[in-house]
């Protein structure tokens, strides 16, 4: 999740009631890609698939997080800002370009979703409440997971990632607020009975996604527009982590992260309605952009989902306009790391 306005974390952190409202479908073409060698200058133009939602009245904006694909090929989404009686977490059948409600509430304020290859339930992140909830694939018996503190101090999570094993990592966003760094990566166990800290003192961490072997986390800090590399063992053990990219981001900063087949980082962009792409050596790929003819109102292109096995991406961006799906063709296929968080 993004840095919100005043307002708006007010409404988070205090009450924690949000949420989503529908807008009809748009199609556009295929994406359109520059030629040439990759590289810092090689651009990825995405294309306008539907539009979700619209800014809510009650809560003053919407933003689309989490989009990650079921088991049944749907595509789910969050709206972090939804407010109370709408739809907070909808699935979306990309092909017919339709939307519906799977889940609805007048509490949480969620920022990821995550399928577990544990149980098969969605995993939600409740940014407000510090809490960890699951669903059952069609949006049903809903479940707190996690909740209360860890090392003596509430969470604010804001991504997640499950291992192979089906235990939780995630970026836990504290001190964001606050402007200090109080930032942690928290593991927990996959029954919800243990949480550690693998790593704190971070500056509002935001995306994290294993590498393509389970080797180790990428995560971002959103305040400090770097990325950085913690090798985990099977065990969950870590040992030094370092920052692996520095991203010049300008006026946005680093939000979500995503990896494809390849190990390539998809870094999304908070400020900027974009991603930048890099190779797990931390060189520039590509830059993933909405046209600028289309790019007006739409401030932040939060995260995406790569078809698994397939090359299609679904990057979910927002701003004044709305809500909206854009597809673009990924460097390489969707797996697990490609999808949510």
Sequence with gaps: MRRLPLRSLAVLTAVGSLALTGCGTETGGAAEQTTGAPGADRTIRAQRLMQLTEVHERTGMTLLEGPVFGADGGLFVVDVTAPEGEPKVMRVDVRKKTKRAVHTDG??????AQFSPYDGRLYLTDFAHGEIVSLDADGGDPRTFFSGEVDGAPMNPDDLAFDRDGHLYVS??????????????VRIDRDGGEATVLADGLAATNGISFDAEYRGLWFSELTENRISYLPVGSR??????????????????????????????????????????????????????????????????TNVAITPGGTKAYMTVSG???GYLYTFDALAKGTRQSNGG
């Design 107 to 112: 509490r949480g304020a969620y920022t990821s």
């Design 172 to 185: 836990d966003s504290r001190g964001l607020t606050e402007g200090k760094a109080l930032g942690r990566v």
């Design 236 to 301: 969950g053990g870590v040992t030094a982590r370092h920052t692996a990219v520095r991203v010049d981001g300008g006026v946005a900063t680093t939000d979500s992260i995503a990896v494809d087949a390849d190990g390539n980082l998809y870094q999304a962009l908070h400020g900027r309605p974009a991603m930048l792409v890099y190779d797990r050596h931390g060189q520039r790929l590509a830059t993933v952009e909405v046209p600028a003819r289309a790019a007006k109102g739409l401030e932040s292109a």
């Design 320 to 322: 004044p306009a709305g």
